[in-house]
């Protein structure tokens, strides 16, 4: 039987939805690694539109949906995440990029919403506690592992995971309030909770150059391949 991979992605671009360079790693180094994989998105509006050529918010009232945009990486075979069953798959991936931050959960919000306090979609929740519940192995890279750390850290009545968005300060004691821990890694290395299967690398939460990102996305997939039953 092949190894299978669900892989979740929240738009097309790095401020606003999933960062592609990730994104494009992943699928790379799965397919390297002979595992199957289906890419799903939230059927929805993303939370923000930037015209990336300038870092500058979209005009008032533009919008675009997160499943659309992510079939630009997935050569048009997408889902919705609602469609997403664990049963179904050996393992998951997040991507990385703003996307995962403000659509996937509020943790870029200002305020109340924001950091520690995020709010995650209600997929995102269902989608991460149901590989984690059936021992599967969960990948997340860049800002995604803070999506773990919120689901199942102590302060949500997990068992709180280890992660890494490398040495990130701020994120990192944002992870430490929601009850999980951050492991400092390098963008090239990833790093396994192998308690709770949940494995991260930093990726561009690091300064770093496209093809060091890739080393690192690489090290994370050979793993959750590894853990893949």
């Keep these: 039987m092949p190894k299978t991979c669900a892989v979740v992605l929240s738009g097309c671009g790095r ?31 993303q939370v923000s539109v930037i015209n990336h050529a300038t870092g500058q918010p979209a005009p008032a009232g533009q919008t675009r949906n997160m499943m659309v945009e992510a079939a630009r990486i997935s ?24 996307g995962a931050a403000k659509n996937l959960c509020s943790y870029g919000e ?53 992660v890494t968005v490398g040495s990130d300060r701020a994120t990192s004691d944002n992870i430490a309030t929601m009850g999980s821990t951050n492991v400092p890694r390098s963008v090239t290395e990833a790093y396994c909770d192998d308690t709770n299967k949940i494995v991260t690398t930093p990726a561009y939460m690091c300064d770093a150059k496209p093809h060091e990102v890739f080393e690192g996305i690489g090290r994370m997939c050979d793993k959750v391949a590894e853990l893949i039953k």
């Design 15 to 45: 401020a606003d939805g999933s960062e592609i360079h990730e994104s494009v790693s992943i699928l790379v180094h799965l397919s390297r690694l002979g595992v199957e994989f289906k890419c799903f998105a939230p059927d929805a509006p």
């Design 110 to 162: 200002q305020g109340e919403r924001g950091g520690a306090n995020c709010a995650v979609l209600p997929d995102v929740e269902r989608v991460i506690k149901g590989f984690h519940a059936a021992k599967k192995p969960v990948g997340l890279c860049c800002i995604a592992p803070v999506l773990a750390a919120r689901v199942l850290g102590t302060r949500m009545g997990g068992p709180g995971v280890k």
């Design 75 to 98: 050569r048009g075979e997408i889902a919705p995440l609602s469609k997403l069953d664990p049963a179904q798959f050996g393992g998951v991936v997040f991507a990385g990029g703003f």
